[in-house]
């Protein structure tokens, strides 16, 4: 029996399942997407825009709030420091998550177990962790201080040079997520047909050249899934900084490891100037699209395409 066969009642519920179930059934991701995603956009756009503070007056200023932004030196250090950061932890990073991918995606004993090791870092407290590399690299008694010391370096004050201070969060960043893009990396490498490796075998092609002639161009959509959420990681960074200077927004005496991302919420919720945070907030936007568009073209040359 066709459907324009069926009763009137009939009929109606049938193209009722076909044309709106299949949209009910989506539609909480999109009604969630929309209360958690589109109106706080919408809702920091239209702030931005405007000179708000805490007592809730509101006086337009148009872009003025961004015009301010652009001549603020504060912003630019902000900027300064989340992009050296971000280049000093993601590179080194991915490259360690890569070939640790690789090694674990070879028979060994215990393989299962060791696999679910690397996932031990990310699941430790932010907090638990800032303690203990806060003591790595600690001026006077840190290990890292001692250890430099062997081979006549002086101490380092980690937390008041600012190359250093990067150096140190991002060692914190690729410490807590090195093993998470390993899983990720490691999950794409099982999807390539393990025929490819055997007849590159049998060519006489080494692991060295399967690695680089198989393996990462076979990778390749999920390393854009990695590197761009890297990339956006990477360019919020807020969680490491705040702690490595004991839960302070100001990074560092004279802002020397201060993120955008801590920039924004010292503005919004300390100077309680929302609409000057907010138009932070958007300018962080920018430069994550820039920064994801960057790495997005780059990843997708590897492998030849072009």
């Known amino acids: 029996m066709s459907i324009d066969t069926l009763p009137t009642g009939r009929l109606w519920r049938s193209r009722l399942d076909v044309k709106v179930m299949p949209y009910t059934l989506v539609s909480p991701y999109f009604i969630l997407f929309a209360a958690f995603g589109l109106f706080p956009l919408a809702f920091t756009l239209y702030y931005s825009l405007y000179d708000y503070d805490l007592a809730g007056t509101t006086k337009w200023t148009g872009l003025g709030n961004y015009a301010k932004l652009l001549a603020d030196e504060d912003f630019w250090n902000a900027v300064v420091n989340t992009v050296g950061m971000f280049l000093l932890a993601t590179i080194p990073q991915l490259l360690l998550a890569l070939f640790l991918a690789n090694a674990l995606n070879k028979r060994f004993r215990l393989r299962l177990a060791i696999r679910m090791s690397v996932l031990l870092p990310l699941v430790t407290s932010v907090v638990a962790v800032a303690v203990v590399f806060t003591q790595l690299f600690a001026r006077d008694w840190g290990l890292v201080n001692w250890i430099l010391s062997w081979f006549g370096v002086d101490a380092i004050n980690w937390r008041a040079e600012r190359v250093p201070s990067w150096l ?137 395409t072009k």
Not at 234 to 245: A, Q, R, V
């Open 168 to 304: 140190a969060i991002a060692t914190m960043v690729d410490w807590r997520w090195t093993g998470y893009n390993a899983i990720i990396f490691l999950a794409g490498m099982q999807t390539i047909p393990r025929d490819l490796y055997e007849a590159a075998a049998i060519d006489g092609a080494s692991r060295r050249r399967q690695f680089w002639q198989i393996t990462l161009p076979m990778l390749r959509p999920t390393m854009i899934f990695v590197v761009l959420n890297s990339t956006i990681g990477g360019l919020t960074l807020f969680s490491e900084p705040t702690t490595f200077y004991n839960g302070n927004v100001d990074g560092g005496s004279q802002g020397q490891f201060q993120t955008v991302a801590m920039f924004v919420v010292k503005q919004g919720f300390r100077e309680f100037d929302y609409g000057y945070a907010a138009a932070a907030a958007w300018l962080l936007f920018l430069l994550i699209l820039i920064g994801a568009l960057i790495n997005f073209l780059f990843v997708r040359r590897i492998g030849g």
